[in-house]
């Protein structure tokens, strides 16, 4: 068996965009396609070759490269991030009383899509959605709220006389919001409460973002509901999905094949967004060598590629006929730039760890339904 150069291994990686048409978009690294070559997957040469480089990480947002995986191993990342990493959401929704401006069925669907965090511990012991009418405190977490909006005791006599018409100056409660929500433990539910108070958590239920707005009331309005929020995937309703956003992008890559100089620099700097190409001055050392595609332009700015992941390879400086054969525009099939937006439950780089986790099973469930099959 003959093992390819770098080059030609770099060379079939390279997805490459030409003014018209995409080519090598089909991954070839599998047994059979090159004569001679053995490309039957192998744990240590995957090792050897997989990389992960991070790029940004906050609580609810993160971005990283996995380089040296193919496409379906990316996207079945990417569709368990959405659809298969479990959290919690409003499920049943029992109004006793509800007099504000908004109908039952909206405000029930505004609650479900609000985004809960709960304790690990607590959500670790929770099993899956019970059968319909059937609500223990092993899988239902149960939220209240209760509002009654009313005149503050000085808001009908001194800032309504004032002409005040901020309503939160005058009434009492005339905003709801997701804070609204209280947490009713019940049986079993208890030492989870007290655990988390002993970490200083107030409450191991609570929304993720309190200020979200519910609904608006007047005096005299009154919303009385109790809710059951239970584990879900996001796959049996978008409210369960633990991400804003899950995708992933190519690696651009830029090959600069014969150098621009001059004029012509500034103008290809511009056919790229700001930072992908940067302008530097031919130094004397490289405008003396007479071997050097610089010589004799000392001092003049040539281009250079700075930042290639900013590129969203518009293909623009293919339109100008003095760039057609000095760049080569493309992308690397195997690098995979990740975005991942948390919604809240999990921070974002936790998320991508559920996810590995969810496919994880899937891979073990798979090995052990291919032995039964075998026996």
Known sequence: MTQPSEAELAKRRFVEFTAETIKNTSATDYPGVYPGEDHSWN????????????HETKAFVSSFSLIGLSAPIANAFRRILIAEVPTIAIEDVYISNNTSVIQ???????????????????FKWLKWAPAKGQPR??????????????????????????????????????????????????????????????RGIPSPVFPMHPELLIAKLRPGQVIKIKTHAVKGIGADHAKFSPCATASYRLMPKIDIIKPIIGADASKFARCFPEGVISLKPVTEEQAEDENSPYAGHEGEKYAVVADAMKDPVTRECLRHPEFTDKVRLGRIQDHFIFKIESTGQFTSNDLFVEAAKVLKLKCLRAKRAIQLMNK
Request: glycine share 4%; charged share 35%.
């Open 104 to 122: 039952d069925e909206v405000l029930a669907q505004r609650m479900g899509l609000i985004p809960f965090k709960i304790d690990d511990d607590l």
């Open 137 to 198: 405190d092993y899988n239902t977490i149960q939220l209240d709220l209760e509002v009654n909006c009313e005149w503050f005791e000085d808001g009908k006599d001194k800032y309504k006389k004032a002409g005040e018409r901020d309503p939160r100056k005058l009434y009492k409660n005339a905003h709801v919001y997701a804070r609204d929500f209280v947490f009713k433990p019940v049986n079993r539910q208890m030492p989870f409460v007290n655990a988390s108070n002993d």
């Open 43 to 54: 744990i240590d040469k995957f090792r050897d070759s997989f990389q992960v480089e991070f």
